[in-house]
Structures are given as structure tokens and as C-alpha cells.
């Protein structure tokens, strides 16, 4: 049985009570989702506190999580129920990256809309990415909309009104949309019920000068992977990429817009590592600004790109696709996609090319970690040894010098693999090659 469908099981009482034991351990991320979903602030602190002291979750809500608190709940639902399900090593589910072609020079008109693209396999969550310019006074518009495995045909779901600068409009992700087909959750579509089949994307631009230049997505149908046993490693030699480190830790307090800092930046940290390996990023004129408000700031592009980056609805900077969308900026090539396992991530790293990944863990599940647990964390594969452990540049660390750390192979994998089905950002200059693809890259 698909994890997907346990949130959407007839027997609901039990759903909310797997959604409950995860979110005792997440009281401020439950408040950050009543928020999200569009309740007030008052609201949200009440709801995370009635949450926790009865572990029962707030009725109507099941279609708006936070993707975090969604996958925590497939997790915890699983092991509570499909604690006999088969050993998997590596991740054995379908998985579909596609990126349209686009007219010759981009997409500069009103609005287009892709082709209906076939997955080939049923699938029940989509991501879509993007790759775009938006100068003063204009921002962009994506949405998809796909067929059902009963034939019919979803309304147009919104998945983020976006602009690289914040002058003009919020960048923003949109709550509010589920009905009986899905719904979408800051970055994520998930589908309700019943699979889809195939999907269109659409893109509209307002003002003058807009242009995209890449636009796709990445489908899936996750599947259970517990207990789950690692892959293994095509690793003969340790290949180190030695990228820039920075450090998340070092920025808290700072820009409480912009969620403060700290913890809250491990996106935005890890993109501008994986930015700077390629030699771009923001120029000294673009983040003096930051050094005008803290004079005493390390790594001051990591201040910019949060604010860059930053969801206003989300109200977080861990937008997937705002992220990819930002290391474009600079030039870069970027798609948010999903990866069966750490053998295909060794081939992006044998090519030269680091990976933002995202994780998710319970406490003491990862040796060498910074905290005990996390309910979703972003850092960079940025290696591995020759026995096929992942070098990680982890912004989860106190220093800059000390975002280096060797993980465990089967405990990072298992973080990565049943937390967010393998999630990354690829980012990389056009002229380096992709290693060959066995179709979701």
C-alpha cells in the first residue's frame, strides 16, 4: 500500500493519531502549519498546545500540512502498521523528472501551457520547477493541472507566484486550494484518493521583460521503505568536491522577517554553498545592505540569499523550487527532482557536481549531527569516502570550518530516503554535463 493513501484512509481516527504522536515533537512546526493554512497567529499557538495535550489533530485540516509534518505522519503511521513490509535497498518506487521544451528564447508571451506529459506509472505528489528572469515590475505564475486515474481532469492548482526580487510583489507559495483531487502544500501537490496519470504545467507572466527559460517537474508515487536497507556504493576512490562551507548556525537573530536565522536557513545556506562552488553568487554592491545592519556579519551572501529565497506565505526559506529558482539567477542550470538512492547521487558527485538534499530524522539516527533530531533539514552531498559514506557540507554546524562531516551511509540514506523520497536540487552551470539519466533527472 502507497504511504500517500494512510492520510487518506477511511479509518481517519487513526491518521490523525500517527499525525498527532509526530507533531508532539514538532509543537512549533504545528503552530507553523494552522498558520500556513491561513489561521490566525492566536489560533495556531492554541491549536499546536491543544495538539500536544490531547494528541488529536484538528478536524479539517488534513488537506493543508506542512510537508514535513505529512511525511513525519506517513513515516510514523508506517512503522505502526507496516512494520512486516518487504526490506527494500534502495528506493524502489516510480519516479518522472520532465522539462518541456519551450519555444526558441523562452517563454516571453502572456501565458503558455505545456503538452499533457504521461508519466507512465500512477503518480501521487508533483514538484515543479522553474528557471526564469523577472525584472522590476514583473513576477511570474506556475500552475498544473492533471488527469486522474478515472479520466477526468483536476482544476489548475497554483504552485507559487514568484519574482527574484521582493519589491514588486511577495514571492509566495498559495494555501487554500484542496479539494477532492489534492491539494498543495507550499511547494508540493498531493493527490488525493486516487492517482494521476499524466499533467500539464502553466506559466503566466505579468508586466514586461519576463522570460522562463526552463520549466518541469518531477512525479512520484512513494511506497513504503521500512525497515529499509541501504543501497550500495559504486564508490572505488573518495572524491571529495571540497565545497564552499558555510554555516547556518552563525545567523541567528539575525532578520526576524526572514525567520531569524539559524536553523530556519538551512536552505538557503546550502544553495548558496552549492552557488558559490560554481563561482557565482551575489555581487559585494548586492548584499552591503547586510553588512550596513550587522556590521560584524559572516558570510553575508547567506543574509541575501534568505531574503531571496524567502516564501511569504510559508513564511519560511525552505521553498523548494524558490530555491533552485534563485541559483538560477546567477546563470546556473537548477530543477528540484527526486533520486532513487545514494548510487545515483554518486554519479552526480564522480561528474563534478555537488547536491542539496533533504532530510528528515528522528532523534539519535544520525551519528555526528548537530541536534538530536530534525523534521526537515537541507545540507550538500558534497562526496564520499571510498567505502561509500556521504560527505556532507552541513550548515548544521557551529562554525564555517566545521560544516565538513563524514555520515554514515545507511543512517543518511535512510534520512533522506523515507523522509522526502529522495529529494534534491541539482544546480549546475549549463556547459557541465548531467550523468546519464534513467529518466528523473
Not at 535497498?89 to 519555444?103: E, T
Not at 522562463?212 to 512525479?219: I, K, L, M, N, Q
Not at 541575501?304 to 519560511?316: L, T
Request: charged share 15%; glycine share 8%; with cysteine.
Amino acid at each position: 500500500m502507497r504511504l500517500r493513501r494512510l492520510v487518506d484512509s477511511p479509518d481517519g481516527d487513526k491518521a490523525r493519531q500517527a499525525s498527532a504522536k509526530v507533531q508532539l515533537q514538532r509543537r512549533s512546526r504545528a503552530a507553523r502549519y494552522y498558520a500556513y493554512a491561513g489561521f490566525d497567529a492566536d489560533f495556531a499557538r492554541r491549536a499546536a498546545a491543544l495538539l500536544v495535550t490531547s494528541a488529536r489533530a484538528a478536524p479539517g485540516t488534513e488537506g493543508e500540512y506542512d510537508r514535513a509534518v505529512i511525511r513525519g505522519t506517513l513515516a510514523a503511521f508506517a512503522a505502526a502498521l507496516l512494520l512486516a513490509a518487504p526490506v527494500s535497498a534502495a528506493q524502489q518506487y516510480d519516479v518522472s523528472y520532465h522539462a518541456f521544451m519551450l519555444p526558441k528564447g523562452g517563454v516571453t508571451s502572456a501565458t503558455w501551457t505545456s503538452p499533457w506529459f504521461a508519466t507512465g506509472f500512477g503518480f501521487t505528489e508533483l514538484v515543479a520547477s522553474w528557471n526564469a528572469s523577472t525584472p522590476a515590475r514583473t513576477w511570474i505564475e506556475v500552475h498544473m493541472r492533471a488527469t486522474t486515474d478515472k479520466g477526468t481532469v483536476t482544476k489548475w492548482y497554483t504552485m507559487g507566484r514568484w519574482a527574484y526580487g521582493d519589491a514588486d510583489i511577495q514571492r509566495t507559495s498559495v494555501g487554500g486550494q484542496g479539494d477532492a483531487d489534492g491539494y498543495v502544500a507550499i511547494d508540493t501537490f498531493f493527490a488525493k484518493d486516487h492517482p494521476l496519470t499524466s499533467y500539464q504545467l502553466n506559466v503566466t507572466l505579468f508586466g514586461s521583460g519576463a522570460k522562463v527559460t526552463r520549466f518541469g517537474a518531477v512525479a512520484s508515487d512513494p511506497v513504503n521503505t521500512n525497515p529499509y536497507v541501504s543501497s550500495a556504493t559504486t564508490m572505488t576512490k573518495t572524491v571529495d568536491l571540497r565545497v564552499p562551507s558555510y554555516s547556518q548556525e552563525i545567523h541567528a537573530g539575525q532578520y526576524p522577517q526572514f525567520d531569524g536565522g539559524g536553523e530556519a536557513w538551512c536552505s538557503p545556506t546550502s544553495t548558496s554553498m552549492v552557488v558559490a562552488y560554481w563561482g557565482k553568487g551575489p555581487a559585494p554592491a548586492d548584499y552591503a545592505y547586510v553588512l550596513s545592519d550587522y556590521p560584524d556579519a559572516t558570510d553575508p551572501w547567506v543574509d541575501y540569499a534568505a531574503r531571496y529565497v524567502f516564501d511569504y506565505h510559508y513564511n519560511g526559506a525552505g521553498n523548494w523550487p524558490f530555491n533552485t529558482a534563485y541559483a538560477a539567477h546567477f546563470g546556473l542550470e537548477s530543477e528540484v527532482t527526486q533520486l532513487h538512492s545514494l548510487a545515483e547521487a554518486e554519479q552526480f558527485v564522480k561528474a563534478g557536481i555537488p547536491l542539496v538534499a533533504s532530510i528528515a530524522f528522528e532523534p539519535n539516527k544520525l551519528d555526528g549531527f548537530l541536534f538530536r533530531g530534525t523534521d526537515g533539514h537541507l545540507l550538500v552531498i558534497g562526496g564520499f569516502t571510498a567505502n561509500g559514506d556521504v560527505i556532507s557540507y552541513d550548515p548544521a554546524s557551529s562554525t564555517d570550518s566545521s560544516v565538513r562531516h563524514v555520515y554514515d551511509r545507511a543512517q543518511f540514506e535512510k534520512a533522506w530516503m523515507t523522509a522526502t523520497g529522495g529529494i534534491v536540487y541539482v544546480i549546475h552551470p549549463p556547459s557541465v554535463a548531467l550523468p546519464p539519466s534513467p529518466g528523473n533527472w
